[in-house]
């Protein structure tokens, strides 16, 4: 007679399952105030002012964000947003991928005072240096224009951006361009097929930190965009708000537009998230 193999039945672990439940309220909690953010955009405000709370927007409405739309001053301040990010991103990403490059793969004169004068720049205050910031964009011309913010963001985000691709750019052993090099490739050529591909993880993570740090910011905004037609969107979030005051807060409206501000990062994240799991596979692939 043939015996049947019957499945093994798997051990519940009641530590794994206690794991598990407290991850998940913690996930809950972290959500909750996203989602009472989308939830209060969509009710008027009437029923946001009332005692009783609404958990699910029965009766909601597109009301607010169409109020917040017919307004007009939305587009300009995500028009700035994005330029001003895109171009903080993009040569944040350049000057920190070179200079990681030159302090993991070279050894030259004043390198440690290098990684010495990034780590002391990370640590100086932001506040600190508002005003010298301004009048130095004030006389280069450069208040209430995108180049003038991005100079100071660039500036502001480079130092641990180098940090950061640094220690991908270790991570990638230089015996590989070598081997690379033996097989008849040159040193160009080695680099752009064999490390660059290994390094894409680190520019995903490096392009999230500037992102964010650029769509954010605020304080700096603040100090140079003071023209009413070149703010970003944190400001003008901080204008509706204040607009608001000055009658009965509309709550509705506030929730939208934070929503608004917050909806172009999570589709950001959702968009990257895919490519840096991908990076980070092929790159274990081909190491």
């Not at 051990?11 to 989602?35: D, E, H, N, S």
């Not at 955009?41 to 009332?50: E, G, K």
């Not at 003008?236 to 009658?247: E, I, P, Y």
């Not at 939208?256 to 274990?284: E, M, N, R, Y």
């Amino acid at each position: 007679m043939s015996s049947v193999a019957l499945p093994r039945r798997r051990r519940i672990r009641p530590a794994r399952v206690i794991t598990t439940v407290v991850a998940l309220l913690v996930a809950l909690i972290w959500v909750f105030p996203v989602y009472w953010m989308l939830n209060s955009s969509l009710l008027p405000n009437t029923v946001l002012t009332s005692t009783t709370p609404q958990f699910l927007p029965w009766g909601g409405s597109l009301a607010n964000f169409a109020a917040i739309f017919t307004q007009g001053t939305f587009w300009p301040a995500l028009g700035m947003s994005v330029a001003i990010t895109l171009t903080t991103v993009v040569f944040c990403l350049l000057f920190a991928f070179l200079a990681a490059l030159a302090i993991s793969r070279f050894r030259f004169r004043g390198r440690a005072s290098f990684v010495l004068a990034v780590l002391f720049i990370q640590m100086l205050p932001a506040e600190g240096l508002f005003i010298a910031q301004y009048k130095l964009m004030a006389s280069l011309n450069l208040l209430n224009n995108v180049l003038g913010v991005s100079i100071l963001y660039i500036a502001a985000v480079v130092p641990f951006t180098i940090w950061m691709l640094r220690g991908f750019v270790a991570g990638v052993p230089i015996e590989l361009e070598e081997a690379a090099m033996v097989d008849g490739l040159s040193r160009t050529q080695a680099f752009f097929r064999i490390t660059f591909p290994l390094l894409a993880p680190g520019l995903v993570a490096s392009g999230v930190y500037a992102f964010l740090q650029a769509w954010n910011e605020f304080t700096v905004a603040l100090v140079i965009l003071q023209a009413q037609e070149y703010q970003t969107l944190p400001l003008w979030l901080r204008g509706f708000v204040q607009a608001s005051a000055t009658r009965e807060t509309d709550w509705g409206q506030v929730m939208a537009a934070s929503t608004l501000v917050a909806v172009p990062v999570i589709v950001f994240f959702l968009i990257v998230q895919g490519k840096l799991t991908s990076g980070l596979v092929a790159g274990s692939v081909k190491g």
